[in-house]
């Protein structure tokens, strides 16, 4: 059975750093595209960042570009997002999420989800 289970998030201060893992099973993890969403509260599902199955195409949103890195180890079947520099307006539930080898920026085209990581930014 596919499942994701992200780890990483907590509560930090403003300016510091975080590094979220989603761990896959059950899929062939090379065969997936991987993004990461967050849920603010109050608010819809935005998109962060994804990867190609091949991490040869990475996209980010605007409000996370140059702060946030996407990467991928497919030995380990694990996806990181590596957050620095963070503000209180990325309080969210962080999840992953993965489809099948082409990255895309729309949650609708995911097929498997986790079930998310807490991540609050104090000011």
């Known amino acids: 059975q596919e499942q994701l289970v992200e780890s990483g998030g907590g509560l930090v201060q403003a300016g510091d750093s975080l590094r979220l893992a989603c761990a896959a099973s059950g899929l062939t993890f090379n065969n997936y595209a991987m993004g990461w969403f967050r849920r603010a509260p109050g608010k819809e599902r935005d998109f962060v960042a994804t990867?190609?199955?091949?991490?040869?195409?990475?996209y980010y949103a605007d409000s996370v570009k140059g702060r946030f890195t996407i990467s991928r180890d497919n030995a380990k079947n694990t996806v990181y997002l590596q957050m620095d520099s963070l503000r209180p307006e990325d309080t969210a539930i962080y999840y992953c999420?993965?489809?099948?080898?082409?990255?895309?920026?729309?949650?609708?085209?995911?097929?498997?989800w986790g079930q998310g990581t807490q991540v609050t930014v104090s000011s």
């Open positions: 999420a993965a489809r099948w080898m082409t990255a895309t920026m729309t949650s609708q085209d995911y097929l498997y």
């Open positions: 990867i190609s199955s091949s991490g040869g195409t990475i």
